[in-house]
């Protein structure tokens, strides 16, 4: 698991005891090693509220909570969940909602004691409603910081669209990739049978794509990333569940084979690349049957300094107004009576 990959980095220099709780594991294997002790958990939701329910973990002593792209577990359906995790956290330990614990001596003062009030740090790409309504149930009077523009792709991101039929799709991709594109290279598709054709059909053509989606087990997902780090595959076929959170580096091209179905998954997916300072490009193929997110997706290509929105795109009648807005037609006078 990355993140568990990054923390111990600097964990085992401080003596930091890490581990991860996730699905796809042994739940015993994991329940000792809560039971010998840690100082940080990593998990996911529905993993961690099974071990909170069986006892191998208590959060009586937890002081620092860490809810990583919190809108995209809230869109998957993991809200019960979150709330429920959130549920077994101790209450003496949050910061009075008062105005005097704002003061800078005061602050100081807690910092210095043993017992410290717990601070929750949520990360989230979108501000929807439900992040709202987690964010005023579970932190008391929170500073908001922006990093970017909340909801859009980064400035470092060349976006590039193709608006062609599905037939079209294949040979399309077979052009763009023999450009000759550094690896790694991403590939979204939004089916877990699209991903395996794709992918075979990629080895037949002597590409070397790996899968990475939903119905693959957790070993078999390390083993996509990790070949992936040692040059072993160049390709990346993945869904949005798999995608995202994946940190791989140096990704030269995102290609969305089918378009996403929200302008936040699209917006997640070419996140992919561009990291670090570096730029990176995105590559989308359009059907007809993505005519949900013309709009969105080409008020994005217009606020992007590197990208230019195709004619047929942004004069296609579907990009003209946001879907589920209507206009009105100013009234002509009309002359009742002669």
Same mark, same amino acid.
């Given at each position: 698991?990355?993140?568990?990959?990054?923390?111990?980095? &600097?964990?085992?220099?401080?003596?930091?005891?890490?581990?991860?709780?996730?699905?796809? !594991?042994?739940?015993e294997d994991q329940g000792m090693k809560l039971r010998m002790g840690v100082e940080v958990v990593i998990a996911t939701p529905g993993r961690l509220l099974d071990v909170l329910e069986n006892r191998y973990l208590l959060l009586n002593q937890?002081?620092?909570?860490?809810?990583?792209?919190?809108?995209?577990?809230?869109?998957?359906?993991?809200e019960p969940e979150v709330q429920k995790v959130l549920s077994y956290l101790p209450v003496s330990n949050q910061k009075p909602d008062t105005d005097d614990i704002e003061h800078e001596e005061a602050l100081m003062n807690n910092f210095a004691t043993r017992e410290k009030y717990r601070q929750t740090v949520m990360f989230t790409a979108t501000m929807s409603p439900a992040i709202e309504r987690l964010a005023r149930a579970y932190l008391r009077r929170p500073a908001v910081v922006h990093i970017g523009s909340a909801g859009r792709p980064t400035e470092r991101v060349e976006q590039i669209v193709y608006m062609l039929s599905e037939d079209k799709k294949k040979k399309?991709?077979?052009?763009?990739?023999?450009?000759?594109?550094?690896?790694?290279?991403?590939? &979204? #598709?939004?089916?877990k049978k699209g991903a395996d054709l794709l992918a075979k059909g990629l080895s037949k053509l002597n590409f070397n794509p790996v899968?990475?989606?939903?119905? %693959?087990?957790?070993?078999?997902?390390?083993?996509?990333?990790?070949?992936?780090?040692?040059?072993?595959?160049d390709i990346l076929v993945a869904t949005d569940v798999a995608g995202r959170?994946?940190?791989? %580096?140096?990704?030269?091209?995102?290609?969305n084979y089918d378009m996403a179905k929200s302008i936040e998954d699209y917006t997640h997916r070419i996140?992919?690349?561009?990291? !670090?300072?570096?730029?990176?490009?995105?590559?989308?193929?359009?059907?007809?049957?993505?005519?949900? #997110?013309?709009?969105?997706?080409?008020?994005?290509?217009?606020?992007?300094?590197?990208?230019?929105?195709?004619?047929?795109?942004?004069?296609?009648?579907? !990009?003209?107004?946001?879907?589920?807005?209507?206009?009105?037609?100013?009234?002509?006078?009309?002359?009742?009576?002669?």
């Open positions: 698991m990355q993140i568990e990959e990054e923390t111990n980095k &600097f964990g085992e220099l401080l003596k930091i005891r890490t581990v991860s709780v996730i699905g796809g !594991a042994s739940r937890c002081s620092y909570v860490i809810l990583d792209e919190a809108d995209r577990m809230l869109d998957m359906g993991f399309k991709l077979v052009e763009v990739l023999e450009q000759h594109f550094e690896p790694p290279i991403i590939i &979204f #598709v939004n089916q899968v990475l989606h939903g119905g %693959k087990g957790q070993e078999t997902r390390e083993f996509a990333l990790q070949s992936l780090k040692d040059k072993t595959k959170g994946i940190d791989i %580096k140096d990704v030269s091209l995102v290609l996140g992919r690349t561009g990291r !670090a300072g570096k730029q990176g490009k995105a590559i989308t193929f359009l059907t007809p049957d993505d005519s949900a #997110v013309f709009y969105d997706l080409k008020q994005c290509l217009l606020e992007s300094p590197l990208s230019t929105c195709p004619a047929e795109l942004s004069n296609h009648p579907e !990009a003209q107004q946001k879907p589920g807005t209507f206009t009105t037609k100013k009234r002509q006078d009309e002359t009742l009576f002669k």
